[in-house]
T-cell receptor, first 111, second 114 residues
């Protein structure tokens, strides 16, 4: 079966760094995505990893270890607007197969 | 700007009264998806189209149907909504033929069933 695990909630302070972990067990693997979703809004794309290592994009970085079935999203210099849910999603096969989403991690940034 | 549009943003229907949600895209993507997302839960894929080929998820209830009359439009029909069908419905698009298949989401339609 497909299983994607993320912490349900996290709290961090404005200006700090936070790491959101994701572990996955899927029948195959062809890429891992991170999406940001503000309350009542659609998910928006943040990052994509298919090879092991770190992908950096501004304040956001995402890491992947395929052998461990593990990824994390790192957010630096946190801002209040970063308060949102962060969804980890895996494509388990090649081509256009739909993504399998985790339940998301609700991040609260406090002053 | 190229985008995914969903109408309406908020839909209220009565128990058992059929309702249709619409999605349109200007991205010319060949894949369109419908997801159901309940509060604090992951988006759950209902079905997707690759061009006109319809792919239903095994656990999608028969109450949910979809139509894709052309590349740009896709509809979600709920034939007899129940209270448990109240949720956010997300439409997304993607491109088949590449491994990098980012999905672009519309703003969603929040369905309330009275």
């Amino acid at each position: 079966g497909q299983n994607i695990d993320q912490p349900t909630e996290m709290t961090a302070t404005e200006g700090a760094i936070v790491q959101i972990n994701c572990t996955y067990q899927t029948s195959g693997f062809n890429g891992l995505f991170w999406y940001q979703q503000h309350a009542g809004e659609a998910p928006t794309f943040l990052s994509y990893n298919v090879l092991d290592g770190l992908e950096e994009k501004g304040r956001f970085s995402s890491f992947l270890s395929r052998s461990k079935g593990y990824s994390y999203l790192l957010l630096k210099e946190l801002q209040m607007k970063d308060s949102a849910s962060y969804l980890c999603a895996v494509r388990d096969n090649s081509g256009n197969t739909p993504l399998v989403f985790g339940k998301g991690t609700r991040l609260s940034v406090i002053a | 700007d190229a985008m995914v549009i969903q109408n309406p943003r908020y839909q209220v229907t009565q128990f058992g009264k059929p309702v249709t949600l619409s999605c349109s895209q200007t991205l010319n993507h060949n894949v369109m998806y419908w997801y159901q997302q309940k509060s604090s839960q992951a988006p759950k894929l209902l079905f997707h189209y690759y061009d006109k080929d319809f792919n239903n998820e095994a656990d999608t209830p028969d109450n949910f149907q979809s139509r894709r009359p052309n590349t740009s439009f896709c509809f979600l029909d709920i034939r007899s909504p129940g209270l448990g069908d109240a949720a956010m419905y997300l439409c997304a698009t993607g491109v088949r033929g590449t491994d990098y298949n980012e999905q672009f989401f519309g703003p969603g339609t929040r369905l309330t069933v009275l």
